[in-house]
């Protein structure tokens, strides 16, 4: 059983840097893309940012480019997500992801959900 577990949210003031992590267990996830999504109160889940089980592509919603980072290791069996520039906009509870298939990584192909972790920014 494969187990994904976020850490590293927590309240910032807009124009911090945080970066969550996502460990996962029960099995190598080298095989997998990777990805985070976050939802803010009283909206859908959106998709934030994903990488390619190789590691040789990143996508990323446009109200996060060039702010946030997505990186994993290997070793770790680890995924990343560096978050600089922070913006009020960015405050919701970030959920870890796993695909098998790297497109179109949507929320109902996805195989393996973490549990969330907060993120609130302040003004």
């Known amino acids: 059983q494969v187990q994904l577990v976020e850490s590293g949210g927590g309240l910032v003031q807009a124009g911090d840097s945080l970066r969550l992590s996502c460990a996962a267990s029960?099995?190598?996830?080298?095989?997998?893309?990777m990805g985070w999504f976050r939802q803010a109160p009283g909206q859908e889940r959106e998709f934030v940012a994903k990488i390619h089980a190789t590691g040789s592509m990143t996508n990323y919603v446009d109200s996060v480019k060039g702010r946030f980072t997505i990186s994993r290791d290997y070793a770790k069996n680890t995924v990343y997500l560096q978050m600089g520039s922070l913006k009020q906009e960015d405050t919701a509870v970030y959920y870890c992801?796993?695909?098998?298939?790297?497109?179109?990584?949507?929320?109902?192909?996805?195989?393996?959900w973490g549990q969330g972790t907060q993120v609130t920014v302040s003004s």
């Open positions: 992801a796993a695909d098998l298939q790297y497109f179109p990584f949507t929320r109902a192909a996805i195989d393996y």
């Open positions: 029960g099995r190598s996830l080298s095989d997998y893309a």
